[in-house]
């Protein structure tokens, strides 16, 4: 039987581990399952909020290759969003910017378009791409709602537009996965 639900709560408390090993014994279990689109990604992103990111793009991808039966679209345009994310994390702009425009090109006001503008501008800049990614936060200045949150991101965004092109942040990561810091040192 599936264990979605079980699993998933797993995530929603923050436990990666154990919902890893959740969602591969239903994959081991059950390579026939309708479900199995959804233990992909769910596996995919909890690899990706640990920031191992190998296991995460192969289990992300695993994700896309096995299109579900239900909820397909909904999953699909998640699995885009994550992938986006995680070649953001990596500093891989170019295929962070493909699965950002994928995100918006196939999202049906199910994702915040605000935080999808947002994110695909700073990837723009920091791939030298710095005309369109301005015009990226602006569009998603223009988007924001009145709330708390966004109040947030609206100042990101002011400032960030703010700074002259050439203009270099510093941000600071945690990696729980050695070989992922050492490797984005390298990077650097």
Not at 122 to 143: D, H, V, W
Request: net charge positive.
């Amino acid at each position: 039987a599936y264990r979605g639900g079980q699993c998933a709560a797993t995530i929603l408390n923050g436990n990666y581990p154990e919902a890893i090993n959740c969602y591969q014994q239903f994959i081991s279990l059950d390579k026939s399952s309708d479900y199995l689109p959804e233990a992909y990604y769910r596996t995919g992103i909890s690899y990706l909020a640990l920031t191992n990111y190998q296991e995460s793009e192969k289990y992300l991808m695993k994700a896309l290759d096995n299109p579900s039966r239900y909820n397909r679209h909904s999953f699909e345009l998640l699995t885009y969003q994550a992938l986006a994310q995680l070649y953001q994390a990596q500093n891989k702009y170019k295929q962070s910017i493909y699965y950002y425009r994928k995100t918006i090109k196939h999202n049906n006001k199910e994702l915040s378009l605000s935080y999808l503008y947002y994110n695909i501008g700073i990837c723009l800049m920091r791939n030298g791409q710095y005309p369109e990614g301005k015009r990226y936060l602006e569009t998603a200045l223009e988007s924001l709602t009145t709330n708390e949150t966004d109040d947030k991101l609206r100042e990101h965004i002011q400032e960030r537009l703010s700074m002259p092109p050439r203009t270099f942040t510093v941000q600071f990561g945690k990696y729980q996965i050695k070989d992922n810091a050492i490797n984005y040192q390298k990077e650097l």
